[in-house]
């Protein structure tokens, strides 16, 4: 009876140790864990004009999405203005609406690619097929000129941007309420409408046409700099002590948890249906390797980490404190960590034979299911 109580007392030390430690090992990366917004985009009855006035019954129907909020979250105040987006989609198009509050409209880049995040924006990111890699990023102020390119890495990983990548067939038109660049009045807020054809998300023509169900990871973004008026015009201010640019705000969809959205894993997720905007509400259903993809991502922010603090990559699991093997709900999950010189792969396990990978790079994949 004695060793029976004894083994049960062991088992329970080990169960809480292992609890314990199942709660700890998030620590120091919780803000990169809070969970993505999702959205549900509708399809379109009838054609939609590009002219930045949204009159479409579709548009009308669409829901917007949530107020953006500061790009670290809850950790900011809330944004100034009010800004906020919808979807709808097509065959051939993802069209986007957004709506930005704004008391003092400007924008003087005029020129297509020109860096318009130096002025007011607004920005979209697109990666159809959730891996990280090989996405896209749209830029437009109010005077309507866009900024767009193409990453196949994130800057984190080595990526550069392909600023010479041109989306065939884009379209964007602003609306604004009040008078752009002029100081000597108040405005109400500046609309964009853009139409973003499906295959100009592509470098080699090959791209991914949504289905019914599909989900894309997409964020969107709100620079908004603080200005002093010089001359009649519009000039970002500047710390007197420094001579430099005060920070501009970022106000996000999805809050990224970190001051960079270059974070593809952090972007929220859209879900295509095939019912009308103005029909059946459809339920956002979590795929299912965005639901333990957590468990690879956590791997790679300690790995980086201990590869900064050590000079190398850790060689076991144990080494970042994560288990091997362990239940989520009713599922068995097992990690495996493999090592070659200055590179590595994780990979993620269930007893129903569903696999993911993640690698140095940051590439999430899905093996099997």
């Not at 639901?291 to 050590?310: D, P, T, V």
């Amino acid at each position: 009876m004695k060793y029976r109580n004894y083994l049960i007392l062991w088992g329970l030390i080990i169960f809480t140790s292992f609890t314990s430690s199942a709660q700890n090992i998030w620590k120091e990366f919780e803000h990169l864990f809070v969970p993505a917004r999702t959205y549900v985009i509708y399809k379109t009855s009838s054609e939609i004009t590009i002219d930045g006035k949204a009159t479409e019954t579709d548009w009308q129907s669409a829901d917007w999405s949530e107020c953006f909020k500061d790009i670290e979250g809850e950790k900011k105040p809330k944004p100034l203005y009010k800004t906020q987006v919808k979807m709808l989609w097509n065959e051939s198009n993802l069209y986007i609406l957004a709506e930005l509050e704004e008391p003092h409209i400007w924008a003087y880049y005029q020129t297509n690619d020109m860096i318009v995040y130096h002025e007011n924006d607004f920005e979209v990111f697109i990666d159809p097929d959730r891996d990280t890699h090989n996405y896209y990023e749209f830029e437009v102020n109010a005077q309507n000129t866009l900024f767009d390119l193409h990453l196949d890495v994130p800057y984190r990983n080595g990526g550069n941007a392909n600023i010479e990548w041109n989306a065939n067939g884009f379209k964007s038109a602003v609306d604004i309420d009040g008078t752009l660049n002029n100081p000597n009045d108040k405005d109400k807020k500046w609309t964009i409408e853009m139409a973003i054809p499906f295959s100009s998300l592509t470098t080699d023509e090959n791209y991914m046409q949504p289905q019914n169900g599909d989900v894309w990871k997409i964020n969107f973004s709100r620079v908004e700099w603080q200005t002093d008026i010089i001359e009649g015009n519009y000039v970002p201010k500047k710390n007197p002590a420094t001579n430099k640019k005060l920070p501009e705000y970022n106000w996000v969809w999805s809050p990224q948890g970190i001051i960079d959205m270059h974070y593809p894993e952090r972007w929220g997720m859209a879900l295509f249906s095939t019912h009308k905007a103005d029909g059946t509400k459809e339920k956002f259903q979590l795929p299912l390797e965005e639901k333990f993809a957590k468990y690879l991502w956590l791997i790679y922010y300690k790995q980086h980490k201990f590869s900064k603090e050590n000079g190398k990559y850790a060689t076991s699991l144990s080494e970042l404190d994560v288990p091997e093997n362990f239940n989520e709900g009713d599922t068995e999950i097992f990690l495996t960590l493999k090592t070659r010189e200055n590179k590595y792969h994780v990979f993620l396990s269930t007893q129903k034979g569903f696999k993911l990978s993640i690698d140095q790079n940051g590439c999430f994949k899905t093996l099997s299911e």
